[in-house]
């Protein structure tokens, strides 16, 4: 919107940079430019202003498919003019020479204009196309249309009106139809998200299966091993209880040997002792097996009174016959000595 500042008998206008001002007085073109700064009398001039830079456009139109469903398209045109004067030729833009502001409102026309010319390139492929392939497509190939069919219209390339961009942001149909278009397509990602969850389940039995599997096998292990000991250990202490009894019985052996080679020992000096006693009562023996009983009677009762002291009186039976035979014996003993000439006993 241009600057204008007002004075007495004349006023003064500054146009910005992005607008295009055309400066009439008395009916003809006497300035054209963007971005003037110039003074004019209100009485006599007409200004009109175009602006150049880049307007957007938005538009949301509403079509029928080929199979008769309804269809909403929503996007946005950018365009510029790139011949202002043209343009005011078929579009008043003058301004209010005391505000600066349009006396019409031509931005709103072109705006409008712009709008319906879209529309109808949408319209044409839409009412051609049947709903699946425009919700496919139609993003694409409505914005093809829509900057070409602009680009190639003769009425604008008249007016000076050149389309930069074209972008459609959604293409929709009606929202119980939408819902019934999502649910085959969310029946099938519930249908994968439940593969998925099954194949996890799946996933995590097999896993602990495994898992199971593992410890089994490791308790399988242990189990053979504890076995192995068991069995070394039982061997050990078999082994260990052969050596203990090997032991005792080599220590036995070797105590039997020498208590056999001690008793062996005795009994050769028993039996050297014992042969010395024989022989020498052997020899005493044969040195009273020449003597006559008498003498041997003698002996013995000479025995007898060495032992008295040693025999109990009252179990001492002597009976006068006994008396009287080994008085007789003795006698006739010590008298056979005195006859060899030998001292009596």
Known sequence: MSEIRRYPFVRHLRADASSHVLFFRRGRLRAGGRGLAFWFSPL????????????EQAFLFHGRSADF?????????TFRVEDPEALAACMDFTIDLATGLHLRTPLEKLAGLLSQLAQGHAWDYIAGSPLRQILAEGQGEIR???ADGLAADQPLCTMGIAVVSVAVQSVKPTPDLERALEA???ERIQQ??????????????????????NELTNRIELARQSEQLIAQ???NQRREAGEKAEALRIAADGEAARRRVHGQAEADNLRAVEGTRVEVERERLAAFRDLPPPVLLALAAQELAGKLDHIDIEHLNLTPDLLGSMVTSLVG?????????????
């Open 192 to 213: 994968d998200a439940d593969e998925a969850a099954f194949a996890r389940r799946a996933m995590a039995v097999e896993k602990e299966r495994a898992i199971q599997e």
């Open 69 to 77: 469903q309804d269809v909403t398209a929503q996007g946005l045109l």
């Open 184 to 186: 085959p397509a969310r």
């Open 144 to 146: 093809r249309r829509i």
């Open 333 to 345: 003993a010590a008298t056979h000595r005195l006859d060899r000439g030998e001292e009596p006993a």
């Open 44 to 55: 006599s001039a007409s200004i009109a202003e175009i602006p150049v830079d880049h307007r």
């Open 233 to 235: 250990e039982g061997q």
